[in-house]
C-alpha cells in the first residue's frame, strides 16, 4: 500500500509535530518550505517563539509520527520518500512493508 502526501499534507503532519514537540497547538506552528540543488528539502519552523530548521530526516519523522499518531498507522513499517517538483512543490510518498 502507498500513500501519496500533497505539500498541504506535508505542512500539516510538521506542525502536528512540532506542536507536540513543543507542547502547543498545531495552529501555533508556522513553517516555510526550502528547496535547493545541494541540501535537498527542508523546512523553517517557528514554534512556542523559538526558530528550526528541518531538514529531511526531521520531515520524515515528522510524517511517520503524523500517521502513527492521527491515523494509527505503525511507524515501523513505513519507507518515507521526500520529494520536489516545481509545480507541486514539496511531495511525499510512504509505503508501508508488512512481512
Do not use: W
Amino acid at each position: 500500500m502507498k500513500i501519496y502526501f500533497d505539500e498541504q499534507d506535508v505542512a500539516n503532519a510538521i506542525c502536528v509535530y512540532a506542536a507536540d514537540l513543543e507542547g502547543i497547538r498545531p495552529e501555533s506552528v508556522q513553517i516555510e518550505f526550502l528547496f535547493n540543488e545541494d541540501d535537498g528539502v527542508s523546512c523553517e519552523v517557528s514554534a512556542n517563539h523559538r526558530n528550526l530548521i528541518y531538514f529531511e530526516q526531521q520531515i520524515s519523522d515528522a510524517i511517520g509520527f503524523y500517521l502513527e499518531e492521527i491515523h494509527r498507522f505503525s511507524s515501523y513499517a513505513m519507507e518515507i520518500i521526500i520529494g520536489f517538483d516545481e509545480e507541486d512543490g514539496i511531495t511525499s510518498e510512504i509505503s508501508f512493508v508488512y512481512s
